[in-house]
């Protein structure tokens, strides 16, 4: 991408601007990031087993996995296919998850304090992890 960059005959040939090329580079720096959190959130996933939080607060964690899962995906073909009304929808995502979010906080509170932390810990990295997703569908526009 630097390459392209300081040679602006190659960005032609290649048929990527260098403003295109900022984007990519933007794009894989989020996605090394969203798998950096990936590896927090099972560590920390592993140690709530043997911890055993509430069935209830893994569930509920369970759905949060599932909707980051999508927007996520989402993220990933909006960038792709620079698909703006996609990339909207990963936005829009956070309307489902932010309720989610505290009730997974106050479901959490039932649970001794070590579970509570590790709880608390697991859902801060899954939120980072929805950010970066918005962030990375907002390169779309």
Do not use: W
Request: charged share 25%; hydrophobic share 50%.
């Amino acid at each position: 991408m630097r390459t392209i960059i300081q040679n602006p005959s190659l960005s032609e040939k290649l048929g990527i601007s260098p403003i295109e090329c900022l984007d990519y580079r933007l794009a894989a720096s989020l996605i090394e990031t969203i798998g950096d959190l990936s590896v927090k959130i099972a560590l920390k996933t592993l140690e709530l087993n043997k911890m055993k939080a509430s069935e209830d607060v893994q569930k509920l964690m369970g759905s949060l996995q599932k909707i980051i899962f999508a927007a996520h995906k989402k993220a990933l073909q909006a960038f792709i296919n620079k698909d703006i009304i996609l990339a909207d929808k990963v936005r829009k995502i956070r309307v489902e998850l932010e309720p989610l979010f505290i009730t997974v906080e106050n479901a959490s509170k039932k649970n001794p304090v070590a579970v509570l932390l590790q709880i608390l810990a697991t859902i801060s990295f899954m939120r980072q992890t929805y950010e970066n997703c918005v962030d990375l569908a907002d390169l779309v526009v």
